[in-house]
């Protein structure tokens, strides 16, 4: 079975300033997607940005941008000027081609003004 | 407007009294599934739906059921609930995955089930 791992539960940023959070993930499929979520204290579960494992080039939205590492199995999630309104948990996700969605742990990133 | 909706928001009850969650999507979605946030563990699926009379098991359905008997609405079923079953509960769709647009999943507003 897929596994996930966000291996900072907690993060802190200062307001305007870049912060990464790290996702490493294990699988034997060469053709998958990955996920970072987003969830503020809302609980909703907002899809921030994605990647998809056969692509080469990294994703970008707006000020958040991933580094897929496919051989190393990692993929790491920078915010730019981070704004208070990034505070919440980032959740690293796997999908494999049956759907099926392996999540992380969760990582909460606290931003200080 | 596209949405996955979730009743009830919050529930509290009883070891072994039988409730129900209910998930409806009005994106004409043909996959639906249920998971179950808890800290440090992420979401973790349940149970899961590849279309109408179809589902089967995820990682963790032990104590659940399912049935999607229309292609809109996905209930959750705890036949005899256990405080173990104290959990954030999310319902999503999406479409067939491996189509254009199937890679997607839509996440309901969540479940705050507490079983005493």
């Known amino acids: 079975a897929q596994t996930v791992t966000q291996s900072q539960p907690e993060m802190s940023v200062q307001e305007a300033e870049t912060v990464t959070l790290s996702c490493t993930y294990d699988t034997s499929e060469s053709d998958y997607y990955l996920f970072w979520y987003k969830q503020p204290p809302s609980r909703q579960m907002i899809l921030v940005i994605r990647?998809?494992?056969?692509?080469?080039q990294n994703a970008t939205e707006n000020r958040f941008s991933v580094n897929f590492q496919k051989a190393a199995k990692s993929f790491s999630l920078k915010i730019s000027d981070s704004q208070l309104g990034d505070a919440a948990m980032y959740f690293c996700?796997?999908?494999?081609?049956?759907?099926?969605?392996?999540f992380g742990g969760g990582t909460r990133l606290m931003v200080k003004p | 407007e596209a949405q996955v909706t979730q009743n009830p928001r919050y529930l509290i009850t009883v070891t072994g009294k039988k409730l129900t969650v209910t998930c409806s999507q009005n994106m004409n979605h043909e996959y639906m599934s249920w998971y179950r946030q808890d800290p440090g563990l992420g979401l973790r699926q349940i149970y899961y739906?590849?279309?109408?009379?179809?589902?089967d098991k995820g990682d963790v359905p032990e104590g659940y059921k399912v049935s999607r008997k229309e292609k809109r609405n996905f209930p959750l079923i705890l036949e005899s609930p256990s405080p173990n079953q104290t959990s954030l509960y999310f319902c999503?769709?999406?479409?067939?995955?491996?189509?254009?647009?199937?890679?997607?999943?839509?996440f309901g507003p969540g479940t705050r089930l507490t079983v005493l």
């Open positions: 990647q998809e494992a056969y692509k080469q």
């Open positions: 996700a796997y999908k494999d081609a049956g759907n099926m969605l392996t």
């Open positions: 999503a769709s999406s479409l067939i995955p491996g189509l254009a647009g199937g890679m997607e999943q839509f």
């Open positions: 739906s590849m279309n109408v009379e179809v589902t």
